[in-house]
């Protein structure tokens, strides 16, 4: 992986982790949960090691999940439209735009391809 993707990957994590206190209780009247299953699209087969960060597009949320041993994760998210990042090593990102409204919970699973836009550098 190029060392400018780790350094944006390293400060997404570090944006998320500072603003994790804005976790939802699954009980929260205005939210709704967001679950999927994150696989590689060739195999088949779940990624486990992937990271799923959201953001909220007002810019005044963000979340981050991980996925369990068979591929699947689950977020409680507040109302409002969130951008979706899928990234795992070896994996092209994903990113998809998903509308989050109370009582209608939201599935998406994301079917990463191999990232075979890598460089060694020098």
Same mark, same amino acid.
């Given at each position: ?36 299953? $994150?696989?590689?699209? +060739?195999? #088949?087969? &779940?990624?486990?090691?992937?990271? /799923? %960060? @959201? ?28 951008? $979706?990042?899928?990234? +795992?090593? #070896?994996? &092209?990102?994903?990113?998809?735009? /998903? %509308? @989050? ?22």
């Amino acid at each position: 992986m190029k060392p400018k993707n780790l350094l944006y990957l390293f400060l997404v994590a570090i944006s998320v982790g500072l603003l994790s206190g804005n976790a939802l209780s699954k009980d929260d009247p205005l939210s709704s949960n967001f679950t999927g299953v $994150v696989v590689d699209k +060739a195999e #088949g087969v &779940a990624i486990t090691r992937a990271h /799923i %960060w @959201i953001h909220e597009d007002t810019g005044k949320r963000n979340f981050a999940s991980l996925p369990d041993r068979q591929g699947h994760f689950a977020v409680q998210l507040p109302d409002g439209y969130y951008d $979706v990042l899928f990234s +795992a090593s #070896g994996f &092209a990102p994903v990113c998809k735009k /998903i %509308w @989050i409204r109370t009582g209608h919970p939201i599935k998406l699973n994301a079917h990463m391809e191999p990232d075979l836009g890598t460089s060694q550098v020098d």
